[in-house]
């Protein structure tokens, strides 16, 4: 079982940054793949960016390439999120999630465990 809690979330200016962070329980964290996921109001929930259990792999959707970018600390059970350059359609509820296995991926059938989300609004 793992438990996610995000943080990192609020309110920034179009152009300004943000560091989302997701901190995970327990002693297995290097086993699971991360994801970045985020909801925005009236929308489905879509796909950000994973990486690989070691961090050696990630992948991101083509709206947040080169503006954002996913990193991982095993030591500290926690993944996290830079996003510069946001823009107003950056505004959502941003999710982690937890994959078991190493692989990063893009659906959200992958995922076994998900966080409450942490609301991220990015004003023109």
């Known amino acids: 079982q793992v438990q996610l809690v995000e943080s990192g979330g609020g309110l920034v200016q179009a152009g300004g940054s943000l560091r989302l962070s997701c901190a995970a329980s327990?002693?297995?964290?290097?086993?699971?793949?991360m994801g970045w996921f985020r909801q925005a109001p009236g929308k489905e929930r879509e796909f950000v960016s994973t990486?690989?259990?070691?961090?050696?792999?990630?992948y991101y959707t083509d709206s947040v390439k080169g503006r954002f970018t996913i990193s991982r600390d095993n030591a500290k059970n926690t993944v996290y999120l830079q996003m510069n350059s946001l823009k107003p359609e950056d505004t959502a509820v941003y999710y982690c999630?937890?994959?078991?296995?190493?692989?990063?991926?893009?659906?959200?059938?992958?995922?076994?465990?998900w966080g409450q989300g942490t609301q991220v609004t990015v004003s023109s």
């Open positions: 990486i690989s259990w070691s961090g050696a792999s990630t």
């Open positions: 327990g002693r297995t964290f290097s086993s699971y793949a």
């Open positions: 999630a937890a994959a078991i296995g190493p692989g990063g991926r893009t659906s959200l059938r992958g995922y076994d465990y």
